[in-house]
């Protein structure tokens, strides 16, 4: 199955810069299923490569408040999990705590791990 990632809503795990990379990890992600269904995923991460970073990714955890991803200078509203961007890619994202990050890079993966299942969002 593929989703798409809405930032808005979803729940940072970490934020972690390794060499020339930086990974976002999600402990609950906001998402739509092929078939229109909102709900969450588990086990996502964003790999940006060739990477900078600014603000303090210690302080990037809990709630997304708000999310910009802009691919090769598009806006991409609702990435698709999993999938790969390649070229210039920017990622500006806003916690609810406050805490904002402001990502580059040349390429992104949208990986989802293999036993993350997918929860419907009962809300109404």
Do not use: Y
């Not at 086990?43 to 600014?54: C, E, H, R, Y």
């Amino acid at each position: 199955m593929s989703f798409a990632l809405a930032f808005h809503d979803s729940e940072l795990r970490d934020v972690v810069a390794d060499g020339s990379s930086v990974r976002l990890r999600f402990s609950a992600a906001s998402v739509v299923a092929d078939n229109g269904e909102r709900g969450w995923l588990p086990g996502v991460v964003l790999t940006l490569s060739d990477a900078t970073l600014q603000g303090n990714a210690a302080l990037a955890f809990g709630k997304l408040a708000e999310g910009q991803l802009r691919h090769d200078g598009r806006a991409i509203a609702h990435p698709a999990l999993p999938g790969m961007l390649k070229g210039d890619v920017a990622l500006a994202l806003r916690c609810a705590n406050g805490t904002t990050l402001a990502l580059g890079g040349r390429a992104l993966a949208l990986a989802v791990a293999g036993d993350a299942r997918f929860a419907a969002d009962l809300s109404c």
